[in-house]
């Protein structure tokens, strides 16, 4: 678990942090906090809505913000669920459903 790791300071040397990291619960808000702190580079693959989070404007105005950029898709991503994964009511996706969109 990376939060424990976090959390008893056992985080392995790393020179940059590269994740797609859950959207559920606050796993983005932890891993945006966490990066903006860390003193490292960063590259995280998120939806968009997140640089419109305040807690996403705070972390980067106190954190490593200094050189922010942002790498943005020419067009909307698709993204394919495997096959069996339940959708957000734990009913199992058709072949039709798994396609989504952020």
Known sequence: DFYAAIKGGKVPPHDVVVTNPPYSSDH???IVSWCSQNGKPWFLLVPNYVYMKDFYSECVAKG????MMYVCPEGRYVYESPKGVANALGE??????????P
């Not at 490593?64 to 050189?67: F, M, Q, R, V, Y």
């Not at 199992?92 to 969109?101: F, I, L, M, N």
């Open 28 to 30: 983005v808000q932890r």
């Open 64 to 67: 490593s913000a200094k050189h």
């Open 92 to 101: 199992r996706r058709k072949s039709g459903e798994r396609k989504t969109a």
